[in-house]
């Protein structure tokens, strides 16, 4: 499978952003799906996963902030970003694990989100 995410760019800090990542192929036997970023002389992070079944997780600094969903009959994962902070700014990669989000069989190309004044 091939991962396409798209959406990012450059908005304010506060300003929301909405990244999607388009699956080549049927998402539904990748038990989760979401997403890492690396900022610039930082190491990669998980940042959200959207697991078979409705469950979601996130990274402590994006609780309340991020919400990511899964649609499977889309092969099409999301990542709504609202109340973005300078500290946000990296690349955004969409990922999907066979089994757990931290142990990713595929990556897909990243997206750089930019958020500043």
């Known amino acids: 499978v091939q991962l396409q995410a798209s959406g990012g760019g450059l908005v304010h800090p506060g300003g929301s952003l909405r990244l999607s990542c388009a699956a080549s192929e049927s998402i539904s036997s990748f038990n989760a799906m979401g997403w890492y970023r690396q900022a610039p002389g930082k190491r990669r992070e998980l940042v959200a996963g959207a697991i078979n079944g409705g469950k979601t997780l996130y990274a402590d600094s994006v609780k309340g902030r991020f919400t990511t969903s899964r649609d499977n009959a889309k092969n099409t994962v999301y990542l709504q970003m609202n109340s973005l902070k300078p500290e946000d700014t990296a690349v955004y990669y969409c990922?999907?694990?066979?089994?757990?989000?931290?142990?990713?069989?595929?990556w897909g190309q990243g997206t750089q989100v930019t958020v500043s004044s």
């Open positions: 990922v999907a694990g066979k089994v757990l989000i931290n142990r990713v069989d595929v």
